[in-house]
């Protein structure tokens, strides 16, 4: 039985190979996708789950004590089902640890470690730019499951100046030689390498190539002094197999007000109410986050996060094309059953149950969906490089097609089978063969159904088309808005021994030589972080009794003019002042955010209070030092010729790559032989949305697979009215009807169904674009061409569809139409 069951579904899918082909197209586009959805999301969720103890690791956060506005982190789309998350502090003071150990005995070790510096990595004569650098307690390879190819975890961190590097960073410095013994030079510091660790897997948050004795870090007993006043490390627990996390958790509630006693009552004296609300002991938390969760976060301190939205939304996605290929299917299904009426009567009368006809057809779905599930293979393999782009990922092969995630796979085969085939092979088995056995004619199924189920697609598609219009629109906005300074045509070079004594003034020097005899370099700037980057101090300010944060950055006296930053009040720093240099004076010039702030307080040339003694000489422009999704911030710089950490080098427009490359060329005789690590600044800027771009083009491309799987469900609904209003087609034509009045006739049903689906679009997708653009400080409007634009191309689409169906039934001849029926 089942085999002629299997013969009668292969003949049907080669009877009508055009169906066929659309039935496979729009299912393993649909699948494919789902898999590698399936495997991005699976490959997230492993995300430091391999350490041993896992399970019992947690990372410590606190409120916030400098979250001045207190407003909660809320995801781009701000929808109510995704609560908002709150702005949690994850630096702690290097005391912290240690206060952990002696009153928390409820975790049996804690580790303390830095965010990744980058630096110069030098052995002997060979110098690596390393971006991974950390800092971390003796006992970090004992708490985490970091394997390692040389030395014992208890051992590798036992000296304050051992080293333990990857196999990566082993082959930059050493090559073929056995690295352990051998000194290496960091920050202008000698480490032993006492251990080599493996490369860190691409799911894992702790990617060091070069881990130090935090102990080494200069600043490290000073730190301790200041106690709670300076936070710049994470600290992680591991808690006691006996210890219950509830009780923990609740001890830790009380003691998090002990420990920040003083911060907590030096914060108080200048805070506003909601601020004061958030610091008093009912509000002030300190909690702890499992180790396994910290990789699904709003926050960007942690390394390797991804935003829990972006995932809902590419899970959300996939889901919705997978739905829309599974009512495509049923809608195509129904349109061909029209023709296969004459086989059902014939079976029904030699004793075919109705399951068995069912039983039948779904076997034919079963079949097609395992064909698509094979060819999305395929797909999913082609596609793979473009879904690494859009997620910023590297899955490889391996990672997508592991058995779990082809599970995953014969999972979503088995769920669209059973939705796409309910529904047709029910109606299959119901059909009751007296009405057109033995007679020339085709039954007439009502499309009502079917159109609420093409309603539903259209309305899904133009959201999508609305979606991917605004966020294509919006980033065109951010990255063409005028920012207040100059972007274009600077070269920005960093200086990547700027921590080592007397480096960034002996380049600044030399480069200020070099522009003098360089026709390609019009100037020269310095500053102690780049623009770009997170390149920025930001110090608490009490200005009117409320306390702000304001953007520090120490410059040189060429910077403003290089940027194009123009003077609004005073003057900028000038070497006819000498005054500018004087640490007495501590000479600042401030931004049009700040001078608004201090109203009637700002005073030129004289010592603020409110800007602890520092004495303002100029107001340049407001112009955007962080990306458009936040507002201008109060900034001040100061002139610090002594500490640059990146230089800009303004060039003559043409031929950059050339220029670039004799820079390059004369680089390491300038920075005593130095990696050259470059940029333009007008590319940088553009780096700050390149989350944001990716996930726009990714809703692009499921717009654009929506959309076509909902055209082939159209195309399938157009068969169906033509079958149904053929002999109406007939009679209109033989009554003088033209082509163009019978398709308008065919088609108007189609085109109310998009403009209902459009009416129902605009008000859902107005509501979740809102709430996307939200997350931008600076956005655009949300008005009617959007909507104009994504309705034109949905009636586009739509009408492309079903012109086939609806043209060829008009110009079928009325004879042929008449006898049809």
């Known amino acids: 039985m089942l085999q002629n069951y299997l013969k009668v579904a292969l003949r049907s899918l080669r009877r009508d ?216 490390v994470y600290t992680l627990g591991k808690l006691s197999p006996t210890a219950s996390l509830s009780s923990a958790t609740a001890k830790l509630a009380m003691l998090g007000p002990q420990l920040f006693k003083e911060v907590i009552t030096d914060m108080l004296k200048a805070a506003s109410p909601e601020h004061k609300d958030r610091l008093t002991n009912n509000q002030f938390l300190l909690t702890v986050r499992p180790l396994t969760d910290t990789h699904f976060s709003f926050s960007e301190r942690w390394n390797r996060t991804v935003s829990p ?272 240099t004087a640490k007495s004076v501590k000479a600042v010039v401030i931004n049009e955010t700040l001078a608004k702030l201090l109203g009637q307080e700002l005073v030129f040339n004289k010592p603020l209070e409110t800007l602890n003694g520092r004495t303002v000489i100029g107001v340049v422009n407001d112009h955007n030092i962080e990306p458009l999704t936040k507002a201008i911030q109060p900034a001040y710089y100061k002139l610090d010729l002594g500490f640059q950490g990146v230089f800009y080098l303004k060039l003559t427009p043409g031929n950059l790559s050339d220029k670039v490359a004799r820079i390059a060329r004369d680089w390491p005789q300038l920075s005593d032989g130095q990696p050259f690590e470059y940029s333009f600044l007008d590319q940088d800027l553009q780096a700050r949305y390149r989350d944001y771009q990716r996930w726009t083009t990714l809703t692009q491309l499921a717009t654009g697979i929506a959309l076509l799987i909902a055209a082939l469900g159209l195309f399938g609904l157009a068969g169906i009215q033509a079958i149904n209003r053929m002999r109406e087609v007939g009679i209109r034509k033989v009554m003088g009807a033209t082509v163009g009045q019978l398709w308008v006739l065919l088609n108007r049903r189609t085109l109310t169904l998009v403009g209902l689906a459009f009416a129902l679009a605009i008000p859902l997708s107005t509501w979740l674009m809102n709430r996307w653009l939200d997350s931008f400080a600076y956005r655009i409007p949300l008005n009617w061409p959007i909507f104009a634009l994504a309705g034109a191309l949905g009636v586009f689409v739509a009408l492309a569809a079903v012109s086939y169906h609806s043209i060829r039934t008009a110009l079928m001849n009325p004879v042929k139409s008449l006898r049809s029926e």
């Open 309 to 580: 939205t972006n995932v809902y939304l590419l899970v959300s996605i996939s889901l919705l094309i997978l739905l829309v290929a599974g009512l495509n299917y049923i809608i195509i299904s129904l349109s061909k059953l029209a023709g296969r009426l004459q086989e059902v009567g014939v079976r029904k009368v030699v004793g075919a149950a109705p399951q068995q006809l069912a039983v039948q057809l779904w076997l034919e779905i079963v079949l097609v969906v395992g064909l698509a599930s094979v060819i999305s293979l395929l797909l999913a393999l082609l596609l793979l490089p473009t879904f690494n782009n859009l997620t910023d990922r590297t899955l490889t092969f391996f990672d997508v097609f592991q058995a779990g995630n082809l599970l995953g796979l014969l999972s979503m085969v088995w769920a669209v089978s059973l939705i796409a085939g309910i529904y047709p092979a029910l109606l299959f088995a119901r059909l009751r063969p007296n009405l057109f056995l033995g007679q020339n004619r085709t039954y007439k199924i009502n499309p009502l159904v079917i159109q609420g189920m093409m309603g539903t697609q259209f309305v899904l598609s133009l959201v999508l088309v609305t979606a991917a219009i605004t966020m294509h629109k919006q980033l065109r906005f951010v990255q063409e808005k005028e920012l207040g300074l100059t972007k274009e045509l600077v070269l920005k070079i960093k200086n990547l021994q700027q921590f080592e004594d007397g480096s960034g003034p002996r380049i600044y020097e030399r480069l200020l030589r070099y522009q003098a005899t360089n026709p390609d370099v019009l100037l020269v700037a310095s500053s102690a972080g780049g623009y770009g980057e997170d390149g920025f101090n930001r110090n608490g300010t009490t200005i009117n009794g409320q306390k702000y944060w304001a953007l520090q950055q120490a410059i040189d006296y060429n910077f403003f003019t290089l940027l194009g930053i123009k003077l609004k009040q005073g003057r900028i720093f000038s070497p006819a002042f000498r005054s500018d």
């Open 17 to 232: 190979p055009v169906y066929s082909s659309i039935h496979l197209a729009g299912l393993s586009v649909a699948l494919a996708f789902g898999l590698l959805t399936y495997a991005f999301v699976r490959h997230e969720r492993s995300f430091d789950r391999f350490h041993a103890d896992a399970d019992r690791i947690y990372r410590f956060e606190s409120t916030d004590l400098f979250d001045f506005e207190g407003k909660p982190k809320r995801h781009p789309l701000n929808l109510p089902f995704f609560p908002a998350e709150e702005h949690r502090s994850l630096a702690f003071p290097v005391v912290f640890g240690m206060e952990i150990k002696q009153q928390m005995p409820e975790f049996q070790d804690v580790v303390r470690m830095t965010r990744l510096q980058e630096s110069i990595v030098k052995y002997g004569t060979k110098a690596v730019y390393e971006k991974a650098i950390l800092f971390a307690d003796s006992n970090y390879f004992t708490f985490f499951s970091i394997p390692l190819t040389v030395g014992r975890p208890e051992q590798v961190l036992a000296g304050l100046h051992n080293a333990v590097i990857s196999e990566r960073l082993t082959q930059k410095l050493f090559a073929n030689e056995n690295p352990v013994g051998k000194t290496i030079r960091y920050d202008g510091k000698f480490y032993t390498v006492s251990g080599v660790m493996q490369n860190p897997p691409s799911n894992t948050a702790l990617t060091a190539e070069l881990v130090v004795r935090l102990e080494s870090d200069d600043y490290y007993t000073k730190q301790l002094e200041q106690r709670y006043n300076t936070s710049n």
